[in-house]
């Protein structure tokens, strides 16, 4: 069956799924196959479930004309998105960087819906599978796409753009993440950089801190740019921390004057996040008192840049994912914080490759610079480290826990902050 046939059927279909555990009635199904899986087995339950077809591409499983056969699924997948992409004809944004791509995407969409039906990536469905799903939950009432994009390897970048035909990208930042892959921080540049490479050949346009001296490395072959800063050079949006305790709080810089915007997101290392958003509302013509107002609106969740408060503590969990970089980050920004007692409670950084060692003893060292009341780390990696004898350090979560059952501290301000697969949520849940 061609796209064009396909795209007919997803028209009369336009809800697709690639979990055969979640089948909406009247769904198209594919049936993707991975190292521990095979889609093509589920076909048949789908279609008991409600799905109106299922894609497969193993013939022995086709059974009668509700199964569509196909040479590969993912790359069916990939096409039937990018051709319905064509399609809508909408402006496309693409964001990615090392850091901040979620609450960036996040913040950007909420100041775009004051004035456009959006659709942006859920969640971090940012990879060859979650690209085209976004694509595809778009419909013709989406006036403006908003896609996530991340990788690990050289070439996903551009594969990712392939596919969702950005005419707007942004870099958050560039810093040290998934260095397994990149093998260096020149390759993880060399791998961001390919959006604005993309987005270059389109004739797009690129949104791009100019206070990052890496970024404007990057983008030194690219014309068609739009700046936002948090100096006083250059031109563009410019913008100015006030504090960031507990909560962001910052001005940024209209043609009309100056605007104090609170936002509810835990962090200074935010500053750039929420200025990102702002150029990009400003560009697409959102009134300033509606860019202040959706970004004060916006409440983070799935413990991203929030601030709990306890019955016992107050909380700066940051703790969905972690490298260096952002690690550093969150570090500098806590030591401004006030409060009488402060605590770090920090768990591995994964996909560091050789240099994880290294990268972990760094971050110990930092620790032991800071005036902290208490420092509790996680993980195999900083349990290698070599640290101050005040440090405590526990190998999984369920030593850290019932060490933390035991002292039940009281009157802290903590900042959790792990990688993902650390699970630092469950830490929190004892704080």
Same mark, same amino acid.
């Given at each position: 069956?061609?796209?064009?046939?396909?795209?007919?059927?997803?028209?009369?279909?336009?809800?697709?799924?690639?979990?055969?555990?979640?089948?909406?009635?009247?769904?198209?199904?594919?049936?993707?196959?991975?190292?521990?899986?095979?889609?093509?087995?589920?076909?048949?339950? @789908?279609?008991?479930?409600?799905?109106?077809?299922?894609?497969?591409?193993?013939?022995?499983?086709?059974?009668?004309?509700?199964?569509?056969?196909?040479?590969?699924?993912?790359?069916?997948?990939?096409?039937?998105?990018?051709?319905?992409?064509?399609?809508?004809?909408?402006?496309?944004?693409? $964001?990615?960087?090392?850091?901040?791509? @979620?609450? @960036?995407?996040?913040?950007?969409?909420?100041?775009?819906?004051?004035?456009?039906?959006? @659709?942006?990536?859920?969640?971090?469905?940012?990879?060859?599978?979650?690209?085209?799903?976004?694509?595809?939950? /778009?419909?013709?009432?989406?006036?403006?796409?908003?896609?996530?994009?991340?990788?690990?390897?050289?070439?996903?970048?551009?594969?990712?753009?392939?596919?969702?035909?950005?005419?707007?990208?942004?870099?958050?930042?560039?810093?040290?993440?998934?260095?397994?892959?990149?093998?260096?921080?020149?390759?993880?540049?060399?791998?961001?950089?390919?959006?604005?490479?993309?987005?270059?050949?389109?004739?797009?346009?690129?949104?791009?801190?100019?206070?990052?001296?890496?970024?404007?490395?990057?983008?030194?072959?690219?014309?068609?740019?739009?700046?936002?800063?948090?100096?006083?050079?250059?031109?563009?949006?410019?913008?100015?921390?006030?504090?960031?305790?507990?909560?962001?709080?910052?001005?940024?810089?209209?043609?009309?004057?100056?605007?104090?915007?609170?936002?509810?997101?835990?962090?200074?290392?935010?500053?750039?996040?929420?200025?990102?958003?702002?150029?990009?509302?400003?560009?697409?013509?959102?009134?300033?008192?509606? $860019?202040?107002?959706?970004?004060?609106?916006?409440?983070?969740?799935?413990?991203?840049?929030?601030?709990?408060?306890?019955?016992?503590?107050?909380?700066?969990?940051?703790?969905?994912?972690?490298?260096?970089?952002? /690690?550093?980050?969150?570090?500098?920004?806590?030591?401004?914080?006030?409060?009488?007692?402060?605590?770090?409670?920090?768990?591995?950084?994964?996909?560091?490759?050789?240099?994880?060692?290294?990268?972990?003893?760094?971050?110990?060292?930092?620790?032991?610079?800071?005036?902290?009341?208490?420092?509790?780390?996680?993980?195999?990696?900083?349990?290698?480290?070599?640290?101050?004898?005040?440090?405590?350090?526990?190998?999984?979560?369920?030593?850290?826990?019932?060490?933390?059952?035991?002292?039940?501290?009281?009157?802290?301000?903590?900042?959790?902050?792990?990688?993902?697969?650390?699970?630092?949520?469950?830490?929190?849940?004892?704080?």
């Amino acid at each position: 069956m061609s796209i064009e046939e396909l795209y007919k059927l997803f028209a009369k279909c336009p809800i697709v799924s690639t979990d055969s555990r979640r089948i909406e009635e009247g769904s198209i199904f594919f049936a993707l196959k991975g190292d521990n899986f095979n889609g093509n087995v589920y076909a048949g339950d @789908t279609l008991s479930s409600g799905a109106a077809y299922a894609v497969i591409d193993d013939i022995k499983y086709k059974k009668d004309e509700r199964y569509i056969l196909v040479d590969n699924v993912l790359e069916t997948l990939q096409s039937l998105s990018r051709y319905h992409r064509i399609q809508l004809g909408i402006p496309i944004i693409a $964001i990615t960087g090392t850091n901040g791509k @979620t609450t @960036t995407k996040e913040l950007t969409t909420a100041v775009l819906a004051k004035k456009f039906n959006v @659709t942006s990536t859920k969640g971090n469905l940012n990879n060859h599978i979650g690209v085209p799903l976004t694509l595809l939950s /778009m419909d013709d009432t989406t006036q403006i796409g908003i896609v996530e994009m991340g990788a690990n390897h050289q070439g996903e970048i551009t594969a990712l753009c392939e596919i969702a035909l950005p005419d707007f990208g942004i870099i958050t930042n560039v810093g040290k993440a998934h260095l397994e892959g990149f093998g260096s921080f020149e390759g993880v540049k060399t791998s961001k950089r390919e959006l604005y490479q993309f987005i270059g050949k389109r004739g797009g346009n690129i949104f791009i801190n100019t206070s990052n001296s890496h970024l404007i490395e990057m983008a030194k072959d690219i014309t068609q740019t739009i700046g936002y800063r948090t100096n006083h050079e250059g031109i563009g949006i410019e913008g100015e921390l006030i504090h960031s305790s507990p909560t962001l709080v910052f001005k940024v810089k209209f043609p009309k004057g100056w605007l104090y915007i609170k936002t509810n997101l835990a962090g200074g290392y935010n500053l750039e996040n929420a200025l990102a958003a702002v150029c990009i509302g400003s560009y697409f013509s959102i009134e300033p008192l509606e $860019i202040g107002n959706a970004l004060e609106s916006y409440i983070p969740s799935n413990n991203r840049s929030q601030f709990i408060t306890s019955e016992r503590n107050q909380i700066l969990i940051d703790a969905y994912n972690a490298n260096p970089t952002s /690690m550093n980050a969150a570090l500098e920004s806590f030591i401004t914080f006030e409060a009488p007692f402060k605590g770090v409670i920090l768990g591995d950084m994964f996909e560091l490759g050789e240099g994880s060692t290294e990268e972990h003893q760094m971050i110990a060292d930092k620790l032991q610079t800071m005036d902290l009341s208490m420092v509790l780390l996680v993980g195999h990696e900083f349990s290698r480290c070599k640290i101050s004898s005040s440090f405590h350090v526990f190998e999984d979560n369920n030593l850290l826990i019932n060490y933390l059952e035991n002292l039940n501290p009281k009157g802290y301000l903590f900042l959790v902050k792990g990688s993902r697969g650390m699970k630092l949520e469950q830490v929190v849940e004892k704080l």
